[in-house]
């Protein structure tokens, strides 16, 4: 059950992040103030990105326990209820991004002895970020059609989608950000462009064929039809899902304030993160798919009220994940000083980008363990406790820590980011407190 649930989703989100792989090699071609540029300009979209994984995830709590219960017009409603929230953050991020967009990448640009890069590096981050902004609605429709249709057991679908767009994202990176086959040279806009491209083909193919297939997925029978969610129902879902947003917001931002923490130790510190995060990426879809399975199974397990069955799939669950990442921590510090050394920048730029992999790879079982209690807790509804979980730590400890190391002390930037990701074992103790109990307990 975990496999036919996990490895569509492992293979899936491996694909995609082997080709933004491919990607950022095609961005570091060009130069390393473009690819500087994309990685802050991805940075702020990052944050988008979280805010609507969390906004609908309150409603996935339900939908998969509606769908355990074998309810599917209550999926249906859950389903509407992400559509809302869909079009709600939309209308914010472009509200935000387009006036202030210059405003914010600025904050992560600090090379003092060369003004000509920072604002090479600004003009680029901004040509992309626009363009990108186009990508969100496609982005979040993609997110609400694929969620649910996770949350009902259907995982193999959005990983076609997935896989499809992927693809279509790389061949038109291929032909805009060099100009092959006639195509114009557009550089870091053609990457922008090839990216919007990829998620109008994955709205695409996860849109209609749902709605072509509607005996399989009884949930997107007349979703259409009415608009209309119960008003019991919607106070439910926000009053659940709203810590989940905003600790999707607040961690997300807190991810950002990190990035620029170390960024104030110069341009070159931004190039090998972007580097090192793009490869990291690759190797934590293992930790990031078990987080998604453990949501759904566990969740299940809680909306067929069988509290006992979900805290043995829970602890189970939990000990797989931590397995499969120390296989995955091996092959990483193996590979680590091997995939930087393709990109097209200075050596102490790709130096700094296999540091920082060692110490990721270093730090990928605490991740995973704390990746998995998250998960565990939030399935059973304890939103509260997750925001605590998550975004408390990531203010009240990772933050303060990084700021604090990075502003009142000589740390070497390698050194910093080290005893940041380690403090996670706090996490770690807060979730083997947390679990035992068994205090998720449907909604």
């Not at 906004?55 to 599917?72: R, Y």
């Not at 910093?416 to 103790?429: E, G, H, N, R, W």
Request: glycine content about 10%.
């Amino acid at each position: 059950m975990v496999l036919s649930i996990v490895i569509p989703i492992i293979i899936q989100n491996a694909i995609t992040n082997f080709v933004n792989l491919l990607d950022n090699l095609m961005v570091g071609q060009v130069g390393t103030e473009q690819m500087s540029g994309v990685s802050i300009a991805n940075q702020l979209l990052f944050v988008f990105n979280l805010c609507m994984f969390g906004g609908l995830a309150g409603a996935g709590i339900f939908s998969a326990q509606f769908f355990g219960a074998k309810n599917q017009e209550g999926v249906r409603h859950c389903f509407r209820y992400k559509l809302f929230v869909c079009v709600i953050l939309i209308l914010l991020a472009v509200a935000v991004l387009v006036p202030g967009g210059g405003f914010l990448i600025t904050r992560f640009l600090h090379d003092e002895a060369d003004p000509q890069r920072i604002q090479l590096t600004l003009s680029h981050g901004l040509a992309y970020l626009r363009i990108m902004l186009l990508g969100l609605l496609p982005f979040g429709m993609t997110q609400v059609y694929a969620s649910t249709l996770r949350e009902t057991g259907e995982t193999r679908l959005p990983m076609f989608a997935g896989i499809a767009a992927v693809f279509v994202n790389l061949v038109f990176n291929y032909l805009l950000i060099f100009g092959h086959l006639g195509f114009p040279r557009l550089g870091v806009e053609g990457a922008a462009i090839a990216t919007v491209i990829s998620r109008f083909v994955e709205m695409a193919i996860v849109v209609v064929y749902t709605h072509r297939h509607e005996g399989r997925f009884p949930f997107a029978r007349g979703v259409y039809s009415s608009l209309r969610i119960p008003g019991a129902l919607v106070k439910d879902i926000t009053l659940k899902g709203m810590p989940l947003l905003v600790n999707e917001a607040l961690w997300s931002m807190g991810m950002t304030v990190l990035a620029q923490c170390y960024s104030v130790r110069g341009l070159d510190v931004v190039a090998a993160m972007n580097i090192s995060n793009t490869i990291a990426n690759l190797f934590a879809v293992t930790i990031f798919s078990m987080g998604s399975a453990t949501s759904i199974l566990v969740g299940q397990a809680l909306g067929a009220n069988d509290m006992k069955l979900a805290m043995d799939r829970a602890w189970k669950l939990t000990a797989f994940a931590l397995a499969i990442t120390a296989a995955t921590l091996l092959v990483m510090l193996v590979v680590a000083p091997l995939i930087p050394a393709a990109y097209r920048t200075s050596d102490e730029v790709r130096s700094l980008a296999t540091r920082f992999l060692r110490v990721y790879a270093l730090s990928m079982p605490l991740m995973s363990f704390c990746n998995s209690a998250y998960f565990i807790l939030r399935s059973g509804g304890k939103t509260g406790i997750t925001f605590l979980f998550d975004c408390g730590y990531t203010w009240v400890i990772a933050v303060p820590l990084a700021w604090c190391l990075v502003h009142l002390t000589g740390l070497g930037v390698v050194t910093i980011y080290l005893c940041v990701q380690m403090a996670d074992f706090i996490k770690c103790v807060f979730g083997c407190i947390k679990v035992p109990r068994g205090r998720g307990r449907g909604v």
